[in-house]
């Protein structure tokens, strides 16, 4: 329940800052406010380099043995502590809300278009400065991008996972 401005001065306060945590499974739980997501886009409308985190707050077990949801998958050639640093400076990584099979498979910008592609048949959204620029079912959504976007990020869900990249920003 931080104010906007509060969050943006946090952000500018130093580089070191890298992002918000855009779900939370206790606030979800607790107040169904686990959502990050509205104040994220709002964010990254202003241009500024804003990752979007999912982490649990400790790794422990529910009493039915389910585990904490909300996690980061690091994309690195290999998995050593400087590279996973690395990587999550750059943020080289994606939100994952269960511990599912479900993968990001590839995300690319060329020639004015951003792609993804995901390991199994998902609803795929564009959001492109805060609104869906498009949606698809399948494996893969192509977007091109207008001259006037400051960024766009991916949304990707299945019945029982959903994956959140972070911004490619313009």
């Known amino acids: 329940q931080l ?15 890298l992002g918000i945590e855009i779900y939370n499974q206790d606030c979800e739980e607790w107040n169904n ?13 202003t241009g500024r380099r804003c990752f979007g985190f999912a982490v649990p707050d400790h790794y422990a077990e529910y009493e039915n043995g389910q585990n904490w949801n909300g996690t980061i998958k690091i994309l690195v ?21 269960n511990h599912t099979d479900f993968a990001l498979s590839n995300l ?8 993804i592609s995901v390991s199994k048949s998902a609803t795929i959204k564009a959001v492109i ?3 869906i620029a498009k949606t698809v079912t399948g494996t893969e959504l192509s977007i091109e991008i207008p ?6 990020r991916f949304e990707a869900s299945t019945d029982d996972d959903a994956i959140y990249t ?5």
């Open 77 to 97: 050639p290999e998995a050593t502590q400087e590279n996973c640093l690395k990587a999550i400076r750059n943020g080289a990584f994606y939100c994952q809300i």
């Open 166 to 170: 972070n911004p490619i920003m313009f």
């Open 147 to 152: 001259d006037d976007a400051v960024y766009v």
């Open 129 to 131: 400065n805060g609104e």
């Open 33 to 45: 406010k686990g959502w990050g997501l509205t104040l994220w886009d709002t964010i990254l409308k």
């Open 108 to 115: 690319k910008y060329e020639n004015n278009v951003a792609t």
């Open 3 to 17: 104010s906007e401005q509060l969050v943006l001065d946090m952000l500018d306060f130093d580089p070191v800052v």
